[in-house]
């Protein structure tokens, strides 16, 4: 790959940016352009990906790491630095300044921002259309369903604080009526009888008699009326709820849709199934004090369901169905495939399942393309871990077709382990990858290991001398 110099003209490197970029899995690539590129606070990024937020800072470090082995292996980055691959992506997805300021002329987006009470909203950007809109952060309200993008879903799962006595609800009863508050709870008004509290995302349209509310994530409670004949009903993508006259709350995070009733009852259907009954999508009543959880439907959702599950401290069998149900759902040009077999994989070890692991990273490596969808980033964990089991059961010669298949795309200590595995069957083959080893940094441990091995060898290795300084 031929990359254009660091300095000045950095936008020329965007195909080369976006191609590295590429190569990390989806949830990776948008944590570091939502949090390194759009620069978004923790709690704004975690809602917009769905992440839980306490996990962020773990989830962003492993990203950033998976971002620096990539250049690592690549000689054309080697000059190269996270933060420039960052200032490039950015500089070559600024939108075009006419592009602005069409958008914001639009009359949408004047009365959005004539609504707006705070001076700052959160930024949406699309990495698959390279558009960033960071610089027009009013122009989420022209996207409908930011929250619901093709990406990694992980979770906003807490309810939202108390909201103030002195907070005033708004007059305001236009429709359609955009509800965007991801930071603090907003109080709202549809008419005279319907009243909505709420931190999330999502739009109301209808009439004030039958408001239609569009939640796309975070929490909301809906408070209507009793004995006004109205007919308001709420929508996500995993629920459909019906009232005529009730208090209710309705939370979207990664483990799904939550439909709690605070007084009177609602009319609910689980569009993909209820928690702890997937086959269940019939309409049930939910009585004052009764809630329910309703699963999701995406392979995208499944994911960011197994991921929460697994932060949450749920057993590994929790994971492993949720992990199952996405792969149910996901097609062969899924985004997600990979990272969902992934999630598979490790909790079948983890639940001491190790010859059913085994069997299925290697039959999905070994077999077509579709088995890790459009997402091959978790190729090399997949043959990380194989060979690792592979090992456990049969010794080298088990590991050995995974470990060769990391020679070229694995770490310093994959292509050791290669080494090892042929210092007794192929010596000159091991001697020549500690000489390529040699002439890499490793940490202390690693290099005294190489060290020892090129010993063993003999002199047809190299004298690799003290350790190189991090």
């Known amino acids: 790959m031929s990359m254009p110099p660091r300095n000045g003209h950095r936008i020329q490197a965007w195909p080369a940016v976006r191609a590295l970029l590429d190569r990390l899995s989806p949830l990776d690539r948008d944590l570091l352009v939502a949090c390194r590129v759009d620069g978004l606070d923790p709690d704004q990024a975690a809602l917009l990906l769905e992440l839980e937020l306490a996990t962020l800072p773990a989830r962003l470090a492993s990203a950033e790491r998976a971002l620096d082995d990539l250049m690592g292996l690549d000689v054309a980055w080697q000059s190269w630095t996270a933060r420039d691959v960052f200032e490039a992506f950015a500089v070559a997805t600024e939108p075009h300044p006419e592009a602005v300021a069409r958008g914001l002329a639009s009359p949408k987006v004047q009365r959005a921002l004539a609504r707006q009470q705070r001076g700052r909203s959160w930024a949406p950007w699309a990495f698959s259309a390279g558009v960033a809109l960071a610089a027009a952060a009013a122009l989420l309200l022209l996207l409908p369903d930011a929250t619901l993008r093709e990406g990694p879903p992980e979770p906003v799962a807490t309810m939202a604080p108390e909201v103030p006595a002195t907070l005033a609800v708004s007059s305001s009863t236009e429709l359609p009526m955009e509800l965007s508050s991801p930071e603090l709870p907003d109080d709202r008004a549809v008419g005279e009888d319907v009243r909505l509290v709420y931190q999330g995302v999502g739009r109301v349209t209808g009439t004030e008699r039958a408001p239609r509310i569009a939640w796309s994530s975070g929490q909301i ?250």
Request: proline letters at 5%.
């Open 221 to 470: 409670d809906v408070a209507v009326e009793p004995g006004r004949e109205l007919d308001v009903r709420l929508e996500t993508d995993e629920a459909a709820v019906r009232v005529t006259g009730t208090r209710f709350e309705v939370l979207r995070d990664a483990l799904g849709t939550r439909v709690s009733v605070t007084r009177g009852s609602v009319a609910t259907r689980c569009l993909h199934g209820v928690e702890g009954h997937p086959d269940d999508r019939e309409e049930r009543a939910l009585n004052s004090g009764e809630s329910l959880r309703c699963l999701p439907g995406r392979e995208a959702r499944w994911l960011a369901r197994a991921l929460a599950l697994g932060d949450r401290g749920a057993g590994p069998e929790q994971v492993l169905q949720a992990a199952l149900a996405g792969l149910d759902s996901a097609g062969p040009d899924s985004d997600y495939r990979g990272e969902l077999v992934w999630v598979r994989v490790q909790s079948l070890e983890a639940l001491g399942r190790k010859q059913e692991a085994l069997i299925v990273a290697s039959a999905c490596l070994q077999g077509p393309s579709g088995c890790l969808g459009r997402d091959s980033s978790r190729a090399p964990d997949l043959h990380r871990t194989a060979a690792r089991l592979a090992f456990e059961a049969g010794g080298c010669e088990a590991a050995s077709p995974h470990l060769e298949a990391l020679e070229s795309a694995g770490t310093a200590m994959d292509r050791f382990a290669l080494a090892r595995c042929l210092e007794i069957s192929d010596p000159a083959r091991a001697c020549d990858i500690v000489r390529s080893l040699g002439n890499q940094e490793a940490d202390v441990l690693l290099h005294d290991a190489i060290r020892a091995m090129a010993d063993r060898l003999g002199s047809g290795c190299p004298d690799l001398g003290p350790p190189q300084e991090q």
